[in-house]
């Protein structure tokens, strides 16, 4: 089954899971809650690693490491903040498991 990657793209590689590859179809139900593991998985390692460097960083004295830990879990914040984005997005797109595949 393919990967959803970085730069890949889930829309490219929904299509590959097809079953037919000349139509196009939305992406089926397995693919979407892939989607929403794999990004939740995101999110929770871009917590640790904001956390992470807190923690590597608190017994520093030196001002410029400091304003460095700080815009490294600013930065891991905002890109969590996206991911979730996604991750609701993702779940409005979601097909109900009882409905008829």
């Not at 000349?22 to 690693?49: A, K």
């Not at 001002?63 to 609701?88: D, Y």
Request: glycine content about 6%.
């Amino acid at each position: 089954m393919p990967r959803v990657g970085l730069r890949g793209g889930f829309r490219r590689n929904a299509a590959l899971m097809c079953h037919d590859s000349t139509i196009s179809c939305l992406p089926c139900r397995t693919c979407t809650s892939e989607l929403i593991r794999y990004l939740d998985y995101c999110g929770e390692l871009l917590s640790l690693l904001g956390k992470i460097s807190a923690l590597y960083i608190q017994e520093f004295r030196d001002p410029v490491a400091l304003a460095s830990a700080s815009e490294f879990e600013g930065l891991t914040r905002g890109l969590s903040q996206k991911i979730w984005q996604k991750i609701i997005i993702a779940e409005k797109f979601e097909i109900p498991k009882d409905a008829p595949a």
